[in-house]
């Protein structure tokens, strides 16, 4: 076989490959049912601007989440993904440099206004991290802790068990609450961090990437009870796994990055945002196209 026919030939498989994961990620995609008439708006981004240390890092990105779905922000590394979620809650509060620029309404109020508690946004909208975080405590204490300092404690045991069978943990805990959370294995830690932000009654929460650490039988756990905590919370969630965004969102923003003519500057931009199945099937713009079947990214 000539190289020329030999490079035909795996193109052609190539291509093969990607239309099948294509139709897969578009078959997962079909599942999600929904309308969003008459859903309230939980988040409102409009322009939204981030800066580091005076660089631009995510810039002109306008999109509304809806309660009581899950939303998926999608695209290569380094497009703004995880700077526009620290965005709803006002963890970028805690970079120096960071600055913020356009408007983020949660229920139609200014979550960057004057007068905004930026402890009490973290309350009202919690945040589970790419890397399971427990504290160095009994399982019951990490739950306990966040209750008492937000002065939750009646009833302190039965809010504990209540945020972990949320997490869809309890049954594989209750019997050693006062063990060390240490010793639990990474996919159980990664939901006992679930069930802590879950037991301060959050109104919506934040997922950076929560599965990319965890085995194919924890990510599916954790995907399960996605689907099951959406009949609670609005949840927005980071990932780099279509097949995941595929299978848990029911809307989907695609983030890639725009690059100045100089070539000096990068940003990260919204491109596309739809139900996921729009993303997945018939998106609107080229680069997502090119994104979802794995021609980039």
């Known amino acids: 076989m000539d190289s020329v026919t030999q490079q035909a030939t795996i193109s052609d498989a190539v291509s093969a490959e990607q239309r099948h994961s294509a139709d897969g990620l578009a078959a997962l995609a079909q599942q999600h049912k929904f309308e969003t008439a008459g859903r309230e708006a939980v988040f409102q981004l409009e322009d939204l601007d981030v800066a580091y240390g005076g660089l631009p890092a995510v810039g002109g990105v306008s999109m509304v989440v809806h309660e009581h779905l899950v939303t998926a922000l999608i695209g290569p590394s380094g497009c703004g993904k995880t700077t526009i979620l620290r965005c709803l809650n006002r963890m970028n509060d805690l970079v120096p440099s960071a600055k913020v620029g356009g408007s983020v309404l949660y229920h139609g109020e200014d979550l960057y206004g004057p007068g905004v508690d930026p402890v009490e946004v973290r309350r009202r909208i919690g945040m589970v991290f790419q890397k399971p975080n427990p504290f160095p405590k009994s399982i019951y204490d990490n739950i306990a802790f966040g209750l008492k300092v937000h002065g939750l404690t009646d009833d302190l045991d039965g809010r504990v068990e209540n945020a972990l069978k949320q997490a869809a943990l309890w049954d594989e805990v209750k019997t050693r609450l ?93 491109v596309e945002y739809d139900r996921t199945a729009t993303i997945f099937t018939r998106p609107s713009d080229k680069r997502t196209e090119d994104y979802v079947t794995g021609r980039f990214g």
């Open 178 to 270: 006062k063990k060390s959370a240490l010793g639990l294995s990474g996919g159980q830690q990664q939901r006992l961090c679930i069930a802590r932000a879950l037991a301060i009654e959050p109104d919506a929460m934040l997922m950076d990437e929560p599965a990319s650490a965890l085995d194919p039988i924890s990510t599916s756990r954790i995907e399960e009870l996605l689907h099951e905590l959406k009949q609670s919370y609005t949840i927005v969630i980071v990932t780099h796994n279509m097949q995941q965004a595929a299978r848990v969102a029911d809307m989907t923003a695609f983030f890639s990055v725009e690059v100045a003519e100089d070539g000096d500057k990068r940003r990260g931009i919204l």
